[in-house]
C-alpha cells in the first residue's frame, strides 16, 4: 500500500520533493494533497503536480484524514508551530532541517511526537544518499583506519536571498548550509559527543553569521573543522583522513553523488527529474523518502540513521556556535 504524502508550503524546496516523489514507484508513494498559506498558491502547486486536493491553510491539511505523513517545507522558524499543528492531529512528520531554531525547540518537537506516538524526523537528506551509506559502511569496516580529522566545507553566495540574511526568516550561514557540515562530522563519528566546540566568525548588519568556522574536538585526539559562507563559493568538499588512507566527497558534500577512496573513483548518480528542479541533485531527496517509508512499515517512530538524538545534539552544537558567535533569534529567549 502506497505511503500517502500531504505536502506543507508550496515554496522551491516542496517542489523538489514533490518531483523527487515522483521518481519512486507510485505503488509506493503518492501525494495525496498540498497546503500554501493562500488558497492560489496550493491550487498552482496541486495542477502542476497533478496532486487531488489543495488546501489555504495547514489546518485543513492536519485534518485531512487520507494523509499518513506531512512533508514539511516552510522556513525553519515556522517548523515547531507547524510540526506541533500536524502531530498533534496525528500526523507523522518529515521536516526539513533545521528541525527547529534551538534545542529547545527541538526538544519540543520531540517530545511532542513521542506524547502523540507519531514518527520524525530531521529532513537531513544527505544521509540517505548512497555515497553517504557509503561511507558509513567503509568507516564501520575501519577501510582507512581509525579516522583522525575531518574537514568539511560550505558556501555558497546568498547574500542576495532574503531567507538566508533575514533575522526573522532564520538567516544565517549555520542554520541554512553549515549544519551540513555539522551532521556529517556527527555521521563520521556515529553521533558521538564532541569534547570541545570552539566557534568563530562574524556577522551582518541584520545580526546574522555570514561566516563560521567550528571546530569539533573529539576523544582520543580526533579533530574536526568545519567552514560555511553565504558569501562565497567554496570547494564544498569534505575529507576523512585516516592512519590508513581517506574518504574524499570531492564535490557538492551536501547532496554527494562521488567518492574519492584512497584515490578511487565511483559514481552514484540520482534518479532524473520529470519536471526542472530548484535546487542542485534534488531528486535525492527521494533517499529519505524511502527512509521514511521504510521506518514506517516497520512502525518505528525514528529514524535510526537521523535519529532524535542526533538531531538534538545537532542542535546543541549550533547553539554553542551560535552563542560564540553572538548570533541571537528570537526564539532563543523564549
Known amino acids: 500500500m502506497a505511503l500517502r504524502w500531504g505536502i506543507c508550503s508550496a515554496g522551491k524546496i516542496s517542489h523538489d520533493f514533490t518531483v523527487a516523489l515522483k521518481t519512486l514507484p507510485s505503488e509506493h508513494h503518492q501525494v495525496g494533497a498540498v497546503a500554501a498559506r493562500e488558497l492560489k498558491h496550493a491550487q498552482e502547486f496541486a495542477l502542476k503536480h497533478s496532486i487531488p486536493r489543495s488546501y489555504g491553510s495547514y489546518e485543513e491539511l492536519a485534518k485531512d484524514p487520507e494523509i499518513d505523513v506531512v512533508y514539511v517545507g516552510t522556513i525553519h522558524p515556522h517548523h515547531l508551530s507547524v510540526g506541533v499543528l500536524f502531530m498533534n492531529a496525528k500526523k507523522n512528520i518529515l521536516c526539513e532541517k533545521p528541525l527547529a531554531m534551538n534545542l529547545r525547540e527541538v526538544r519540543e518537537l520531540i517530545a511532542t511526537a513521542q506524547k502523540n506516538h507519531v514518527f520524525l524526523m530531521e529532513a537531513v537528506w544527505t544521509r540517505f544518499f548512497p555515497a553517504s551509506v557509503e561511507i558509513s559502511r567503509l568507516l564501520s569496516q575501519k577501510e582507512v583506519g581509525e579516522v583522525k580529522v575531518v574537514r568539511v566545507d560550505f558556501g555558497v553566495p546568498l547574500m542576495h536571498v532574503a ?4 533575522k526573522e526568516l532564520g538567516g544565517g550561514a549555520l542554520l541554512d548550509i553549515g549544519i551540513y557540515c555539522l551532521q556529517f562530522v556527527l555521521m563520521v563519528f556515529n553521533g558521538e559527543k564532541p569534547e570541545r566546540v570552539q566557534a568563530t566568525g562574524f556577522c551582518l548588519d541584520t545580526g546574522v553569521d555570514e561566516a563560521m568556522s567550528v571546530t569539533l574536538q573529539f576523544s582520543g585526539h580526533r579533530l574536526a573543522i568545519c567552514t560555511c559562507t553565504i558569501s562565497a ?3 564544498n568538499e569534505a575529507l576523512i583522513a585516516g592512519t590508513e588512507g581517506s574518504i574524499k566527497v570531492p564535490a557538492h558534500m551536501w547532496c554527494p553523488t562521488s567518492l574519492l577512496v584512497n584515490g578511487v573513483e565511483t559514481q552514484y548518480p540520482v534518479p532524473e527529474p520529470g519536471l526542472p528542479l530548484n535546487f542542485l541533485n534534488s531528486t535525492g531527496m527521494s533517499y ?9 512499515s516497520k512502525g518505528l517512530k525514528e529514524s535510526s540513521r537521523m535519529s532524535h538524538a542526533d538531531s538534538e545534539l545537532l542542535a546543541e552544537i549550533m547553539d554553542e556556535a551560535r552563542r560564540q558567535v553572538g548570533v541571537v533569534y528570537s526564539q532563543d529567549s523564549q
Open 233 to 235: 563559493e567554496l570547494p
Open 163 to 166: 531567507r538566508a540574511v533575514q
Open 288 to 296: 529519505e523518502a524511502e527512509e521514511v517509508r521504510r521506518c514506517l
